[in-house]
């Protein structure tokens, strides 16, 4: 029973490695993070987490 329990934890962690890993490696910020594209602060402004690479190579450009 131990070692079945013990296996499906490693395969759930197998799982979740490769999730991580295949975002990591496709360089796309995950959808609905850090509130979304459309959450905006009290002040009006629009919130980032600014950890994604893309938001800010965007925030250079502008």
Do not use: N, Q, Y
């Amino acid at each position: 029973m131990i070692k079945m329990i013990l296996l499906t934890m490693a395969v759930f962690g197998l799982g979740i490695a490769a999730m991580i890993l295949g975002t990591w490696l496709s360089g796309h910020c995950l959808r609905g993070s850090c509130g979304g594209e459309g959450a905006v602060g009290p002040d009006g402004e629009p919130l980032s987490c600014g950890s994604c690479r893309r938001h800010k190579k965007d925030a250079t450009h502008a």
